[in-house]
């Protein structure tokens, strides 16, 4: 009975790799990542761009298929205006502590100085929330990004 208990155990772990193998080779729905394609003097020089002479002090409206969004403490600037069911690139850069960007079902970790970029297609609609996942200071639970959908 022992011996059969063990090839019991051996055939269930057997099966339990070859499904996780399985499982990962599968491609897998949802943000796309990619934490190598920017510097942060590029990000800075599309950021100034896309923010304008104010610096994203007033709601931006996106023009193309970039966002470029700055977290510092205790926001995310630019506030943005987006098309609705539109497929962007957005580009995080964390300025001063480490932050991170909830967005879109995503979590991002943003270190100071690194550009994290992920697509996002966004909603038909409303409202877009972006909030920051990791404590960063006493405003952390303030801290909050507006993303407007509107045509």
Not at 7 to 15: D, E, G, M, R
Request: contains cysteine.
């Amino acid at each position: 009975m022992v011996r059969a208990e063990r090839w019991a155990t051996v055939v269930y772990l057997a099966i339990c790799l070859v499904l996780l193998v399985v499982w990962l080779s599968l491609p897998h729905d949802g943000p796309a990542t990619d934490r190598s394609t920017m510097s942060e003097a590029e990000f800075r020089a599309g950021w100034r761009a896309m923010a304008g002479p104010d610096e994203g002090r007033t709601p931006v409206r996106v023009a193309g298929d970039d966002i470029y969004l700055l977290a510092r403490q205790w926001t995310f600037a630019p506030d943005l205006v987006v098309a609705p069911n539109h497929r962007y690139r957005v580009h995080f850069l964390a300025e001063d502590v480490v932050h991170s960007a909830a967005i879109g079902g995503v979590e991002l970790l943003l270190w100071p100085g690194k550009v994290e970029t992920i697509s996002l297609t966004t909603p038909g609609y409303g409202h877009l929330p972006l909030q920051c996942g990791e404590y960063c200071g006493l405003g952390h639970s303030r801290m909050s990004g507006s993303i407007e959908v509107a045509k």
